[in-house]
């Protein structure tokens, strides 16, 4: 018997450890680490993408404010959109900051931080394709994979093909290549993007639906949450975040 008592103690610290690498750290552990592992994706202009081998945006800017805020420093990791959701519960880093809007069906699975910036789904097209919600009755659609615009897409009575690209880059490219009719992406995304390519004859239309943006982490982890969400706080209270605001969007971008 105790033998096998011994045995079964070995056993579940295995398996302790092997759920512990599992899942995002603690806020503790990344404390006493001092640097805070952070996924992005890179590919969302104004917000994170890359200026050559530079990762900037609006978000990578914030969060290095923030995470200084909170005492430590900010180590980047790129990973694709659709992946973050999942692997934000594996331990590859901490939290992601990629306009990610709160949906109920994210939060069963993710927290969310405070909002830190809020935001909509607008559609966008060609003079004469659709500029309505009601336009776009059988209509196709671009919307990149697992976002809240392909969510508001799949709503709409009637729309037509919804096609859905990787990243918002191949997905304007396909707009500008009529590869479909109405683009649906952020408002700030579509207002930057025209603006960086003038010229394209594309022109925005009807906001679909608003949304509230945050950073995420994997469920039951309110210290790292806590921490953030303070340090949010003071970096909007010394005026660095309307700072970054104007720079990346010409506008106030908060929550007020
Ligand atoms: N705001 C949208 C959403 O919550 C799109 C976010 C896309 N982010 C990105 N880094 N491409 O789904």
């Known amino acids: 018997m105790r033998h096998l008592s011994k045995w079964v103690g070995l056993v579940s610290c295995a398996l302790a450890f092997a759920a512990g690498t599992a899942q995002a750290r603690d806020w503790k552990v990344i404390q006493d ?3 805070a592992v952070v996924a992005t994706e890179g590919a969302y202009f104004p917000f994170n ?14 969060a290095e404010a923030v995470v200084k805020q909170m005492g430590l420093k900010l180590e980047w990791k790129v990973v694709p ?16 900051i990629a306009s990610h809007g709160y949906t109920e069906e994210r939060a069963k699975s993710v927290d969310f931080a405070a909002p830190h910036y809020c935001s909509g789904g607008q559609i966008v097209s060609f003079p004469g394709g ?25 709503k709409i009575a009637g729309i037509g093909e919804i096609k859905t690209y990787k990243d918002e ?7 500008r290549a009529k590869k479909y009719d ?14 960086k390519n003038p010229g394209t004859g594309v022109v925005p ?8 943006i945050s950073m995420i982490t994997r469920k039951n982890n309110p210290d790292l949450l806590q921490a953030w969400n303070k340090a ?5 209270k010394t005026g660095l975040y309307q700072q970054l605001s104007q720079k990346y969007t010409q506008t106030d971008i908060s929550c007020h």
């Open 81 to 96: 959109f659709d992946a973050q959701l999942a692997s934000i519960r594996q331990d590859r880093f901490d939290f992601a």
């Open 232 to 236: 949010l706080a003071e970096v909007m």
């Open 33 to 35: 680490s001092g640097t």
């Open 169 to 175: 880059g191949a997905n304007f490219a396909a707009l």
């Open 205 to 212: 239309g009807d906001m679909v639906f608003v949304e509230r």
């Open 182 to 195: 109405a683009w649906i992406s952020d408002r700030f995304v579509v207002k930057a993007t025209l603006e």
């Open 49 to 62: 993408y890359f200026e050559g081998p530079k990762l900037t945006g609006f978000e990578i800017e914030l």
């Open 130 to 154: 659709p500029k309505t919600v009601a336009d776009l009755k059988g209509k196709s659609v671009g919307v990149q994979i697992a976002t809240t615009y392909y969510d508001a897409a799949k």
